[in-house]
């Protein structure tokens, strides 16, 4: 079975991470730019399932040129191919034109089943992508999957929400999306990162993907970020130690808040 | 025509090893190293990511790389803990390698590829309690009698021989009187729990104290003939060999401590504020960092041009003494500063300076002390 992977560079949550003041779109050039690590996870899922079962990984990103590194670590885990779409026309994407784009390509990969996609990037955070993506090629969604099993052709999921777990079954072709609990993804081996080299990757415009300049970019974007601040920073806060008082102590402290 | 840029696969194999430091190490090894526990769990993730395997051909289950690609490994790895790379070390430079450079097909074939996956470790037992240094100077004996080795003696600080994953020790004995009356000395490999083989308790260490160290005694321990490694009587070339490339390692595994050490001051100076400012805006401090980047630095550029000489298969060993010198040596003094710049914070366990602080010695003294790196680079001048 020939799987699908959507993976996103993203900024390392571990440096600083910006939105530029000219457009609020992301400052790319203020942070490490790492292979988002729920996609790591959705790439490690991809693999179990190839290697239980046999077929092909071929991962997916819309990206600046600089996300090759993002694809490089997915081949170097053991993906076998992949596809770049990048080009200046596609900056400030939002998540529905992101998603038409995915999808588009996603049809360019022969023989392709199943799409394993992150739950929510750490940057955009939209968590939609993956099911706006399915509504568009008219796949099964099987969204938030915390744990996965192909058999044949069906997909069987665990659903995980807010709000309680769901036994998901579906029939391919779908996509899903997994959340951080779906596994622990494998670091790449030296041996992986010395194959990667020699794995295709496809680089395409918009052009060459048969996607049209007036469906992407900023400015014809659905919605628009007007405005961004960063958090405020957290205050200190104040620790109770418990000296077999510390009930009594929490309980004052809220009710000086008139919290009870 | 000079360029010690890494190319890229080396590059992305040390941002792979520094996020498994960060991500799998640095979380869990204040606990372990308090505890005084051996790193299992560290140790399987390793193997899966296929550390164990780095300088060893594809088909002995290795990853393909260099002996340069594992000192990169080891480097990220010590620069968070140290513990951890020397486990690695020795397993690698002391357990799999002399067996795959002097092993018959039969021994790599039945070794290797499970050391490779780090699901199984070999030890190497030079060292005995009653001198290290001369290595020549060894006592444990191995008299061959009816198709055995019969092997008597006791090893001293030997790393990784205790563990639950230990699967043999390559003993290095006196097998005979060569003609010239000098001692014949031969490596031999010695499972573990073969009968009159015991492992004492590990030892109560100053630092490494994730590490696996045991007193070793033979004890009429019979093995059969054929675990011999390599020639009869090339023992000591083979373990002089061994140890030239396991001073490069060593090298880099200091210069990861020494990085720590910069790392971990450049972020407390910013943070720790003392008389109303940082205590890295004071001239005091910004020197000692400064000076501990320099011996980072100088300490990199000696372990890299001696790995260079070693891959292109040139004489290294004055380079590799010059590289374990100067580079244990910048350890130990990046450990002190460190400390130093950390205040009373430095002298708790918790903070990864003063393990740092604990664990540098030992760079000074094992695979060859200074006074032996002294000497062999005054012998390489033809002193
Ligand atoms: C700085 C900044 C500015 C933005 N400005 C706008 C704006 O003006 N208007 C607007 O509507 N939106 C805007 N967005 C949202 C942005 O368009 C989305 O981040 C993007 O469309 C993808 O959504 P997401 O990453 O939040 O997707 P999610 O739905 O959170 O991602 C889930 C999964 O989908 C897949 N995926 C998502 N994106 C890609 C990709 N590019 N390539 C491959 N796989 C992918 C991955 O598997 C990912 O894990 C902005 C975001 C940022 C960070
Ligand atoms: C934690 C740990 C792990 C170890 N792991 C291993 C292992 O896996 N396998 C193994 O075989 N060994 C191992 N060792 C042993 C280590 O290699 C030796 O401790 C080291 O080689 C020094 O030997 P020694 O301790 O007998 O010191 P000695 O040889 O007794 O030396 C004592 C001092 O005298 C100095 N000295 C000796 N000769 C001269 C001379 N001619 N001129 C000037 N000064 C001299 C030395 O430099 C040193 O300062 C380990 C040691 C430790 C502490």
């Known amino acids: 079975m020939n799987i699908v992977v959507l993976v996103k560079q993203v900024p390392d949550t571990w440096s600083e991470r910006k939105l530029t003041d000219a457009d609020h779109t992301l400052d790319r050039d203020s942070a490490d730019a790492v292979l988002d690590e729920i996609n790591e996870r959705a790439v490690e899922e991809a693999l179990l399932i190839k290697e239980a079962q046999g077929g092909e990984v071929t991962v997916i990103t819309m990206g600046p040129d600089r996300a090759t590194d993002a694809i490089r670590k997915a081949l170097s885990m053991g993906a076998d191919k992949a596809v770049h779409l990048s080009d200046p026309a596609l900056h400030g994407s939002c998540a529905v034109q992101t998603a038409k784009v995915l999808a588009t390509l996603v049809g360019t990969v022969e023989g392709a089943e199943l799409v394993i996609a992150g739950n929510e990037s750490t940057d955009g955070r939209a968590g939609a992508v993956p099911a706006m993506i399915a509504e568009i090629l008219g796949w099964a969604q099987l969204t938030q999957v915390r744990k996965l099993e192909v058999d044949g052709t069906t997909v069987r999921a665990e659903r995980e929400t807010d709000t309680g777990i769901a036994n998901l079954e579906a029939s391919l072709p779908a996509v899903v999306s997994v959340n951080e609990k779906i596994n622990e993804p494998r670091y790449p081996s030296f041996k992986g990162i010395m194959a990667a080299k020699k794995k295709p990757v496809s680089t395409l415009t918009i052009a060459d993907a048969g996607i049209d300049a007036s469906e992407v970019g900023l400015a014809n974007a659905t919605t628009t970020v007007l405005e961004a601040a960063p958090k405020p920073p957290r205050t200190a806060g104040q620790r109770v130690e418990d000296d077999g008082t510390g009930g009594t102590k929490v309980a004052e402290f809220l009710v000086g808040q008139k919290l009870i | 025509m000079l360029d010690f840029r890494l190319d890229e696969d080396h590059e992305a194999l040390r941002k792979t090893v520094r996020e498994f430091a960060r991500?799998?190490?640095?979380?869990?090894?204040?606990?372990?190293?308090?505890?005084?526990?051996?790193?299992?769990?560290?140790?399987?993730?390793?193997?899966?990511?296929?550390?164990?395997?780095?300088?060893?051909?594809?088909?002995?289950?290795?990853?393909?790389?260099?002996?340069?690609?594992?000192?990169?490994a080891l480097e990220e790895l010590a620069r968070v803990d140290s513990s951890v790379a020397i486990t690695l070390e020795a397993a690698v430079s002391l357990g799999a390698m002399p067996l795959f450079r002097f092993g018959t097909r039969e021994q790599r074939e039945r070794w290797l590829p499970s050391l490779c996956a780090g699901e199984a470790l070999g030890a190497f037992g030079l060292t005995e309690p009653g001198g290290g240094t001369d290595a020549g100077a060894l006592r444990t004996t191995a008299r061959l009698e009816d198709g055995q080795w019969v092997l008597n003696g006791t090893k001293a600080f030997i790393t990784n021989s205790g563990t639950s994953i230990t699967r043999f020790v390559t003993v290095a004995?006196?097998?005979?009187?060569?003609?010239?009356?000098?001692?014949?000395?031969?490596?031999?490999?010695?499972?573990?729990?073969?009968?009159?083989?015991?492992?004492?308790?590990?030892?109560?260490?100053?630092?490494?104290?994730?590490?696996?160290?045991?007193?070793?005694?033979?004890?009429?321990?019979?093995?059969?003939?054929?675990?011999?490694?390599?020639?009869?009587?090339?023992?000591?070339?083979?373990?002089?060999q061994t140890l030239d490339e396991g001073r490069v390692a060593i090298a880099a595994l200091s210069v990861g401590l020494a990085q720590g050490c910069v790392d971990e001051c450049l972020r407390y100076a910013g943070e720790r504020e003392a008389f109303g400012h940082p205590i890295g805006s004071y001239q005091a401090i910004q020197f000692k960092i400064a000076d501990m980047e320099v011996r980072t630095h100088t300490a990199r550029l000696a372990y890299y041009a001696a790995a260079a000489k070693m891959l292109r298969g040139e004489p290294f060993k004055r380079e590799a003494a010059i590289a374990k010198l100067v580079s244990s040596e910048a350890a130990m003094d990046n450990a002190r500063d460190a400390t130093q710049v950390f205040g009373g914070y430095g002298f708790m366990n918790e903070f990864p300076v003063g393990r740092f602080y604990r664990d540098a010695k030992i760079l000074e003294i094992g695979e060859g002390t200074s006074e032996v790196q002294r000497m062999l680079i005054a012998r390489d001048l033809g002193l």
């Not at chain 2, 640095?26 to 780095?54: C, H, N, S, W």
């Open chain 2, 173 to 240: 004995a006196v097998t005979g009187t060569r003609e010239n009356g000098k001692k014949e000395i031969s490596t031999i490999l010695v499972p573990s729990g073969t009968p009159g083989f015991s492992v004492s308790p590990k030892y109560s260490k100053v630092g490494w104290n994730c590490s696996d160290t045991h007193e070793l005694s033979l004890d009429d321990c019979r093995v059969p003939e054929e675990n011999l490694l390599g020639e009869r009587g090339r023992g000591y070339a083979q373990f002089l």
């Open chain 2, 23 to 72: 991500d799998e190490v640095a979380p869990v090894i204040g606990d372990l190293y308090q505890r005084e526990e051996f790193p299992y769990e560290i140790v399987a993730k390793m193997g899966r990511t296929g550390l164990f395997g780095l300088p060893f051909p594809e088909e002995h289950g290795g990853m393909g790389g260099t002996y340069f690609a594992l000192c990169l």
